[in-house]
């Protein structure tokens, strides 16, 4: 099992930035990858950005690209979503998630989410 608790939402301006916080606790040694996923009102949940445990190898959605940053700690077992640039479509509850087995489809645990509000 593992434990997913994200944190660093809020309500900002457009051009503003936040940054997310992810923590990871349990079987976290068994973590392949970590991916930042959003839910927009009346929208399905999105992926935005997803890191490699061990490479660091990064994606990103495109409409993300250039303006957030995932990383991770490896010591603190914490993954981050440095969000710059927001805009109001960027509205939107995010969600980590861990997958702890590449060899199946989809992501084994998920955090409760954290709202994102960005105003013009």
């Known amino acids: 099992q593992v434990q997913l608790v994200e944190s660093g939402g809020g309500a900002v301006q457009a051009g503003d930035s936040l940054r997310l916080s992810c923590a990871a606790s349990?079987?976290?040694?068994?973590?392949?990858?970590m991916g930042w996923f959003r839910q927009r009102p009346g929208k399905e949940r999105d992926p935005v950005a997803a890191?490699?445990?061990?490479?660091?190898?990064?994606y990103y959605a495109d409409s993300v690209k250039g303006r957030f940053t995932i990383s991770r700690d490896n010591a603190n077992n914490t993954v981050y979503l440095q969000m710059n640039s927001l805009k109001p479509e960027d509205t939107a509850v995010y969600y980590c998630?861990?997958?702890?087995?590449?060899?199946?489809?989809?992501?084994?645990?998920w955090g409760q989410g954290t709202q994102v509000t960005v105003s013009s």
């Open positions: 349990g079987r976290t040694f068994s973590t392949f990858s």
């Open positions: 998630a861990a997958d702890l087995d590449p060899g199946s489809p989809g992501y084994d645990y």
């Open positions: 890191i490699i445990w061990l490479t660091a190898y990064t």
